[in-house]
């Protein structure tokens, strides 16, 4: 009796520190190989990285913007944590700060939402609003400014419905029919992914 208590007992320990494991390790379940895609990359950087090991896909033409955003991010001491990247029209959107829109540019894998760490501390979306930008860390709003003086890039801070996890280049503003054909071409993508645990396909 006591025998079968220990293994039953190592049992759930095991059990428990997997289940945290792949918790906490996302890419083992939810991370798709990308040499099949033909315009979702996967982005991996220092100072950019996804939630909990979330993968980071966006479409090839954003990479030269999220390498710039990543650029402002290690200027200026700071840490972006990915909350979202691509974002098919099948996904739904647990918690959004904002509804998302139709013409959304995550669609066409033009934008991610994020928080922020500097310094050792997490700055989510109700410390990141315009209204609360002078009572940030200085390089913190300097990341922030550095992103609003771009101009190929736009803060959901400055939107009229705010989003200030929310950063893009704004393809679905500056031209739609190319926002149109960069949102199929990441579905058809989306439409063939392999999970990356998969040995075949």
């Given amino acids: 009796m006591v025998k079968a208590t220990k293994i039953l007992f190592f049992v759930g320990i095991i059990t428990l520190v997997t289940t945290l494991y792949f918790y906490f390790n996302y890419q083992f379940w939810t991370h798709y190989k990308t040499g099949n895609f033909k315009v979702l990359v996967e982005y991996k950087g220092e100072h950019i990285e996804g939630l909990r090991g979330r993968q980071i896909l966006i479409h090839k033409d954003f990479e030269k913007h999220l390498k710039q955003i990543e650029a402002y991010a290690m200027e200026h001491d ?7 990247s691509y974002r098919s029209e099948q996904h739904s959107v647990k ?105 075949w396909g």
């Fill in 78 to 84: 700071v840490v972006l944590i990915i909350n979202q």
């Fill in 95 to 199: 918690g959004a700060i904002v509804k998302p829109g139709r013409q959304s540019n995550h669609l066409a894998g033009f934008a991610i939402d994020f928080n922020l760490i500097s310094d050792g501390k997490k700055y989510l979306s109700n410390e990141l609003r315009r209204g609360s930008l002078s009572e940030l860390p200085l390089n913190v709003q300097h990341f922030i400014n550095a992103i609003r003086k771009d101009k190929a890039l736009r803060w959901g801070g400055d939107f009229r419905r705010e989003d200030p996890v929310h950063i893009d280049s704004p393809l679905n503003l500056k031209n739609r029919v190319h926002w149109k054909q960069c949102s199929e071409e990441c579905a058809v993508d989306y439409m063939v992914r392999v999970p990356k645990w998969k040995i």
